[in-house]
Structures are given as C-alpha cells and as structure tokens.
C-alpha cells in the first residue's frame, strides 16, 4: 500500500487533474490512497475573503467568492462535462460557496475574524478539491471513493496550526481508509484539514497537506509515501540563485529535514516527521515529467560531506552577554525560558564563555522579549541577516568540508558559525543582501563542473 500526495500545481487545473488520474491508474496494483491540496492559489484566495470580510468589506469578500466559485464551477464542467457526476459535484460545489458567502456575512456584521473562523474558511479548498478529484477519477476508470479528511485526521485545538493526534489518527485511519483499500477502492482525501475530538474543523498550517500524507502513511504503514509537485525533487540548490543545481536522487532523513528547515521549497519541514518514525521512504516527483527518477528520502542513502546548499533571508541575531554567565548555573536555561514565555523560537545557537547568540526567523513582538532580556545582561540585535547551510550528512567526519565552506565564502563578512548538534549542518549568519552571492560560492565549491572530475 502507498500514499499519493498531489499538491496544489498537480490538480491546479483539469490538464493536471487528467496527469494525476494517469499517475494514480499506472500504481493501482500497489493499492494508493490518495492525498489532494486545494486547486493552485484557492486557499489564499480563501483567506482573502475572510480578511475581506473582517475588516468590513463585504461586497469585495462576496466578490471573492463569486470569483472562486466560478473557478471550481469552471474545472468541473471541463473534467465532468456530459457525466452523471457533472449536475451533483457542481450543485455540492454551489452548495458550498453559499456557505462560505454565509460565513463572509457573518465576519462582516461581526467586525472581526478567529483563528477557528480561518480554518473553516481555509477548509474549502481540500473539500472541494478532494470531491472534483475523486469524481474525475471515476470516470477515468478508477475505483475512486472520496473520504472527508476530517473523518481522519484528529488535532488539538490550536486552531492555523493544529497539532495531530497520533494515536487517534491511526485509530481513525484503520477504521475510516483501510476498509476502502482493502476493498479494492482508492480513498481520496484532502490533506491540510482536520477535526478536533468535538468536532471543529482545524487546519494543520502551511505545509500541511504534505504532513497530511506523512501522517496518513504513517497510520497505515504504506510501504512508500510519495509527494508529486512542479519541481523534479530536491536539488542541490536553489535553481532561482545558482546554475546548474542538479538533482539529489538520494537522500538522508536527516538530511531533508535540515533543508527544509532551512530554506529548500520542496518540503516542509515536519512533512516527513511521522515517515522517519516508522522509517518509510519518501519520493518526491515532478507531476509534470511523471517517468523523472525525483528523489528518494531514506535512512540508507549515501552519507556525503555535502550533500547540498540552502539558505534564507529576513534573519535576526539576538546576543546576551553576562560576565556572570561563566560561573552560573542555569543561565542559558532562563534564556530560552524568556524566549518561551515571549513565544519566540530560536532557530540557531552559538554560545561562548560570556555570551550567547540566537537567530530568530520571525522578529515580531520581539520588543519585549528584548526587555526581558536585559535583566540577565546587555543585549543586542542585528537585524537583517541571512543564514546560508551546507548540509551533509558526513560534513563533520573531517574538517576538510567545513573548512573549504568558510574559504569559499571569501570577504563576505561572518556574524556567526554553528555546527548542529546532529553534525550533519554548517551554518553560517551573513548579510542579508549577500546571501545569493554566498549561495553561488558555496554551490561553485562542492557542486562545479571542476569539483565533479576531481571526485
């Protein structure tokens, strides 16, 4: 048994929808189940509407959802056209937006949005997608069933970024999906929604419906879990800033998961979380060039020095320097305690004897964190910096790779360097406006044409 992720590129028109069917009829011997996002852009488009509506501006939230409506209307005529399905999915889909014109109405006279009012907003995407899916898959020749992801997928209740509940997932999972895989059928399901234990739709943040299949393969033990988007795979850098990244067809966990922490656009950072767990493979393809080799995500991949580059901007330096900081016990312990009380993550760490250095991405509220602070000692920020990666999953076996790292980036001027704990990451804090140029040295070092032959 599989699970066939298709993100929002992959079913973003009925020409993608028709290249998804092919892709899902080619593997229905390996028994798939079937994971969709919203059609290309319609969440934000949703989300749209909902500040529209907050703020006031019901005729412009109304018009949204006329405009988004018309898209799905439009995608089921050209998919369903003169099929039995056709007059029901679009009357469900019509059905559908007077809700969400409802719900607009509702936020208008109220003034103002929640979280909860987001996620039911939001939610429309995968719904919709995920019937147009299924219904087109039937008449493709596929023993398609459409199954609410919310039947599945249980979260707590912290509404924009829920956080599944494992252990009734799975439970939900063997009851609700693997009775239509073992009956010969393909489930097909949104990815991005849930459902609390009571019964409110959730939704699991951006990335979602990629941790949606994770979970999904997880619950079920798929032997493979696959994600099918526009890229070829992960690449050994960023196309937009290097030339010639190539692909990786290989990859380690840990590995993966380090990139897209760290900037790679292909994966989210939790989405492979619940397949590491249980050690399933994770293949990334291009739904585009369906016979592509994309990448393999495993435990057995070959260990690299390097295996690739990342990096991303908008990055914040905090410093707290203490003389006592040499001789006290528990110092860094109140650091991240403030932090937490002031709900800022810390992405990056570097300490010394007298001072500790913390990249934040997200700088907002971080005025007070900043006071908070300063009761351990003095403070300092540095604002838009960058953080660019070497990721290799044998980069600390000698200093050979990290050394050539730093010689690579030259005159750029170095605010910070941390090898993570797992030694499988250099990072390195630089300007924000020279990340590409660093992006290139880097990708020039370990992945040239000269680097080549001298492997």
């Known amino acids: 048994m ?6 929002g590129t992959s079913v973003g028109d009925a ?31 949703l989300l749209a509407v909902g500040e529209q509506a907050a703020k006031g501006h019901l005729i412009g939230a109304l018009r949204g959802v006329e405009t988004i409506r018309s898209r799905h209307l439009t995608e089921c005529e050209n998919l369903l056209r003169g099929s039995e399905a056709a007059d029901e999915i679009a009357a469900d889909i019509s059905a559908s937006f007077d809700e969400l014109a ?24 995968e719904i919709l997608s995920s019937q147009l899916v299924a219904a087109f898959f039937r008449l493709r020749d596929i023993p398609a069933e459409h199954i609410d992801a919310r039947d599945v997928f ?20 063997r009851e609700v999906v693997q009775p239509v895989i073992q009956e010969g059928r393909v489930p097909v399901m949104g990815g991005f929604i849930g459902r609390t234990a009571d019964g409110i739709t959730t939704t699991l943040g951006r990335g979602g419906s990629d941790y949606s299949a994770s979970l999904l393969g997880a619950a079920l033990h798929a032997d493979t879990i696959e994600i099918w988007t526009d890229v070829d795979g992960m690449l050994t850098g960023d196309p937009r800033v290097v030339k010639g990244a190539r692909l990786i067809e290989q990859i380690r966990f840990d590995e993966a998961s380090e990139l897209a922490s760290f900037g790679a656009k292909v994966l989210h950072p939790n989405t492979i979380a619940p397949a590491v767990r249980l050690g399933i493979p994770v293949f990334i393809y291009n739904s585009r060039n369906p016979g592509g080799n994309g990448t393999r995500i495993t435990f057995d991949a070959p260990r690299r020095p390097v295996s690739a580059i990342a990096g991303k901007g908008g990055v914040t330096v905090v410093k707290v320097g203490a003389a006592k900081m040499l001789f006290a016990r528990g110092f860094l312990r109140q650091v991240f305690e403030i932090f ?10 570097a300490t010394s004897e007298v001072s500790v ?19 351990l000692g003095d403070v300092s920020v540095e604002r838009d910096l960058a953080i660019v990666a070497v990721v290799g999953a044998a980069i600390s076996d000698s200093s050979s790779a990290m050394g050539r790292a730093i010689g690579a980036l030259g005159d ?3 605010h910070m360097v941390s090898l993570s704990a797992s030694g499988i990451n250099l990072t390195i804090i630089i300007d924000g406006d020279a990340l590409n140029t660093a992006m290139e040295r880097l990708h020039g070092e370990f992945f040239s044409d000269a680097e080549k032959k001298r492997k």
């Open 2 to 7: 599989i699970v066939v992720k298709f993100g």
């Open 340 to 349: 937490e009380r002031n709900g800022v993550s810390v992405d990056v760490v």
């Open 102 to 125: 409802s719900l607009a109405e509702a936020l208008a006279t109220l003034g103002h949005a929640t979280p909860r009012s987001f996620d039911a907003i939001a939610s429309f995407g």
């Open 154 to 173: 249980v979260t707590d209740r912290n509404f924009t970024a829920a956080e599944p509940q494992i252990d009734e997932i799975a439970e939900r999972a």
């Open 15 to 45: 020409e993608a929808i028709e290249r998804a069917a092919g892709i899902v009829k080619g593997r229905l011997d390996r028994q798939p189940a079937v994971v969709v996002s919203a059609l290309g852009g319609a969440t934000n488009a």
């Open 357 to 375: 250095s913390m990249t934040v991405d997200d700088a907002t509220g971080i005025e007070s964190l900043l006071v908070d602070l300063s009761a």
């Open 412 to 414: 750029l001027q170095i």
